[in-house]
Every structure is written in structure tokens, then in C-alpha cells.
């Protein structure tokens, strides 16, 4: 879950660092418009994104447990079944903006314009901040009561080393072996994504698995009542 959620932060960081640098070599910007018109897109992204991945993991964890008691015939969830139900959603929900958030990054550097800069940018943004109120959830949901602090503290120091912490310095590195290929880098960049979409659906299959067994054992339980 951690790992994947570095790989995003990677990429969030190297936008962050490089795209107003590569909107004024690249494209020929002023500088200061490529700020404002970068930090507008961020912005938008940043705050619409993260409220809706809460919006929507809620409403996915609402519907399948309603989906549970009526398709097995259980009068109520135990809490461990309410627990395998949060994370099974979690991982369902950031597995697909996952696999829709890697075309999104590479676009932009493959195909470059200006158009699909922004408008891929933007939807690779909003994409990924989509996914964190789920991932910060289900990281304390993962965890006991009294881990909870520990957990979220690890949680955020390894996205940041593993993240957005060395992103600006092999994305540097890259542009000075290549003599700043700007589309070749930022594109070498952008295929971190693809971690978090094989890490997330190992962790959607597993976690499928777990809460399909949970549901079984409490549905033969109350049948022998």
C-alpha cells in the first residue's frame, strides 16, 4: 500500500519540481505564467481530489456492506467483516484510479503539446489525489488502536524518501545525462505509476479473498444458529 503510494509521490513530486521548468523549455513559456497556470491546475486538483476519494470510498464501503447482509442473509456485520469490507473497497478504488492514472502521466511527455499537457496533467493530478484520503484510511484501519499514530508517521516518512525526496534528484540526473530531454525524462518519471497498479491489485485480489472467507464463515455461523 506504502510503496505504491511512494511511487504516486515520486510522480507528484517531479510535476511539482520540473513543470514549470519544462513549460519554459519545452514550450517556450514565461515563467511566471507557467507558475500561476501549474499552480491553478494543483490546486483544483489538489482539493477536489482529495475530498472526493473520501466521498467515494465511503459510498463504496455504504453499498457493499448493504450488498453483504442482503446477498448472505445476515441480520448484521461483525466488526472484523466491516474492517475486510473498508479495505477490500479501498483497494478496489485505488487499483482503478491506478491503472487510469498511468496513461494520464505518460501522455503529456509522449505525446507533447501543450493541450495534453494540461489536460492529461490535470487528470493524472486529480486521479492520484483521489486516492489518498482512501490510502490514509486504510493504512489506520490496517493497524490497532494504539498503532494508529505510528502507522500514519511511518506512513508519511516513506512516501517522502521513497518519493517525492529522490524524485527531483534522478529526474536532475537524468536531464544532465540526456542533455535536458525534457519529454524523455519526465516520461522515464511518469512509468513509476506503474508499481502502485501491480502492488494495489496483488492487494485487491488479496484482499477480495480475505473478505469473501470472512463473509463464508459468518454465513455458515448463522446458518448452525
Not at 56 to 81: A, E, F, G, H, W
Not at 125 to 137: A, G, H, R
Not at 148 to 159: D, E, F, N, T, Y
Not at 183 to 191: D, E, L, V
Request: hydrophobic share 50%; net charge negative; glycine share 8%.
Amino acid at each position: 500500500l506504502v510503496i505504491g503510494y511512494a511511487a504516486q509521490t515520486f510522480v507528484i513530486g517531479a510535476f511539482a519540481l520540473y513543470s514549470v521548468q519544462y513549460l519554459t523549455a519545452v514550450f517556450n513559456w514565461n515563467e511566471n505564467e507557467a507558475g500561476i497556470s501549474f499552480g491553478a491546475v494543483t490546486l483544483f486538483c489538489g482539493l477536489f481530489g482529495s475530498a472526493g476519494g473520501g466521498i467515494l470510498v465511503d459510498k463504496m464501503i455504504s453499498k457493499l456492506s448493504s450488498q453483504t447482509r442482503i446477498q448472505y442473509n445476515l441480520t448484521s456485520l461483525d466488526q472484523r467483516t466491516i474492517d475486510n469490507i473498508k479495505v477490500y473497497s479501498v483497494y478496489k478504488l485505488i487499483s482503478i484510479l491506478g491503472v487510469l492514472a498511468l496513461p494520464f502521466g505518460l501522455i503529456p511527455f509522449y505525446f507533447s503539446n501543450e493541450f495534453n499537457f494540461f489536460f492529461f496533467i490535470c487528470l493524472c493530478e486529480l486521479v492520484i489525489f483521489l486516492t489518498l484520503s482512501p490510502i490514509n484510511s486504510a493504512i489506520m484501519w490496517t493497524v490497532s488502536f494504539e498503532l494508529v499514530p505510528l502507522a500514519v508517521a511511518a506512513g508519511i516518512v516513506a512516501i517522502h524518501v521513497l518519493g517525492d525526496g529522490i524524485s527531483p534528484i534522478i529526474i536532475g540526473n537524468c536531464l544532465t545525462n540526456t542533455d535536458d530531454d525534457w519529454n524523455a525524462c519526465m516520461g522515464y518519471g511518469a512509468w513509476s505509476l506503474v508499481v502502485p497498479v501491480i502492488l494495489w491489485s496483488i492487494g485487491w485480489y488479496k484482499s477480495y479473498n480475505r473478505y469473501q472467507s470472512q463473509i463464508l464463515n459468518n454465513s455458515l455461523r448463522s446458518s448452525l444458529m
